[in-house]
């Protein structure tokens, strides 16, 4: 059965080449510790916008937009290979790595921000790279709309991987186009938390019949650095805990195994054995004989969406 851990760690916000270091160092501790997948929060790298929630809309216009010129300039180019430390990490840990970044586009214009998850393989490799593809509310101005290019599930040694982002969880659609891939562990990184959104992980795997694992950001006031731009207005209180993490192990059918991770930072691990999948699909396969594919069908266009074609 293979061993899975969940990251609730905070990153060093802003800050690319710390983040990086913070999830090498995350991947080493939890490979020592047998896992063979690991997963960690929505945008990790270098952190997701939190000072979003806080500004006033339209009135803090001018410090948006210097601390997301800081936001920019330590984004992820995978062009560029930014995130090459983690894949090595992976490579040389031997182990599957899920993470959410925060993507600078390096094909077309280099001025937009994608909230992107990234699967890396055990040899290094970059298995899949999914953009979120509707940014909730106000992560509109920090985030542009991804296309459906990444909404893939993978093979890993740990088994068939599909990752979706957040509210994404919360569109039928998106996670339908899972189910029907045969997903085995569904990949929810998250900063949303709470008692409703844990409800939506064990619908979940009950809908999909698969493993759940919901990777949430924990972070405290201290955990802000003193660099960003407004920080004693938006974040006063040190001691607050500006998001709860709730990280949490869902297996097939709804029930929880590994946490959820409150208020606290660690590493959640749990062995999952993948024949439950099957086990659970058995009276309801929302893709397979639960489905009516003579009335109901799913269409997902999967070609990149380029804003310009050049003809050599």
Not at 202 to 222: D, N, P, T
Not at 233 to 244: A, H, Y
Request: glycine content about 10%; hydrophobic content about 45%; aromatic content about 8%.
């Amino acid at each position: 059965m293979p061993r899975i851990a969940i990251v609730q760690k905070p990153p060093v916000l802003l800050d690319r080449a710390a983040s990086i270091e913070t999830a090498v160092a995350a991947v080493r501790e939890a490979a020592q510790g047998g896992a063979q997948l690991i997963v960690f929060p929505e945008a990790f790298i270098p952190g997701y916008p939190v000072w979003i929630w806080r500004l006033r809309p339209g009135g803090d216009a001018a410090l948006s937009a210097r601390i997301h010129a800081q936001l920019l300039a330590n984004a992820v180019d995978l062009a560029s290979d930014d995130l090459a430390p983690l894949r090595e990490a992976a490579r040389r840990n031997k182990v599957t790595v899920v993470c959410g970044v925060n993507e600078r586009d390096g094909s077309f214009s280099r001025g937009t921000i994608y909230c992107t998850v990234v699967l890396i393989g055990p040899d290094g490799a970059i298995l899949n790279r999914h953009r979120k593809l509707m940014p909730t509310n106000p992560e509109r101005m920090v985030w542009g709309l991804g296309d459906a290019t990444g909404l893939n599930v993978v093979a890993t040694p740990s088994g068939r991987v599909g990752t979706l982002i957040c509210w994404e969880n919360y569109m039928p659609l998106s996670r339908y186009s899972l189910y029907a891939q045969g997903v085995e562990i569904y990949v929810a990184s998250t900063y949303d938390a709470g008692e409703r959104w844990l409800a939506s992980m064990q619908h979940i795997a009950r809908e999909g019949g698969c493993w759940v694992l919901s990777s949430g950001l924990a972070l405290r006031g201290h955990d802000i650095p003193d660099a960003l731009p407004g920080k004693a207005e938006l974040f006063p209180d040190g001691e607050e805990w500006i998001n709860p993490g709730d990280s949490v192990i869902v297996a097939p059918g709804g029930k929880i195994v590994a946490g959820p991770l409150h208020k606290e930072f660690g590493v959640l691990t749990a062995d999952i054995d993948l024949a439950e999948c099957g086990v659970a699909r058995r009276t309801l396969d929302t893709a397979g004989h639960y489905a009516r594919p003579d009335i109901f069908q799913l269409h997902v266009d999967r070609r990149p969406l380029k804003p310009v074609e050049f003809d050599s």
